[in-house]
């Protein structure tokens, strides 16, 4: 059985940078994918960026540029590196796993909330 833990959220203003964690219990990290999700009051859940267990990413048109996702295979972590943030990233924010051969997401995490004022 997997699990995730996600930290890092917060109320910060527009501009700012926050760092998200996913910690990743329970079997061989480094065989997993690993997903950032989002999703804002009324909106459904998007795939905000994605790390292969090699390393590869690939990250949303909405947050290209501004957000860098990283894995730390030794210390089961993932991380997504969120700059210059905008108001529309407000939204509670799912660290989500899948083994490579799954098509779907298999956990899931509870979420972390991030607010970004204006």
């Known amino acids: 059985q997997v699990e995730l833990a996600e930290s890092g959220g917060g109320l910060v203003q527009a501009g700012d940078s926050l760092t998200l964690s996913c910690v990743f219990y329970?079997?061989?990290?480094?065989?997993?994918?690993m997903s950032w999700f989002r999703q804002a009051p009324g909106k459904e859940r998007e795939l905000v960026a994605t790390?292969?267990?090699?390393?590869?990413?690939y990250e949303a048109d909405s947050v290209k540029g501004r957000f860098t996702l990283s894995r730390d295979n030794a210390k089961n972590l993932v991380y997504l590196q969120m700059n210059s943030l905008k108001p529309e990233d407000t939204a509670i924010y799912y660290c989500?796993?899948?083994?490579?051969?799954?098509?779907?997401?298999?956990?899931w995490g509870q979420g972390t909330q991030v607010t970004v004022s204006s």
């Open positions: 329970g079997r061989t990290f480094s065989l997993y994918v």
């Open positions: 790390i292969t267990s090699g390393g590869s990413t």
């Open positions: 989500a796993a899948k083994r490579i051969s799954s098509p779907n997401y298999e956990y």
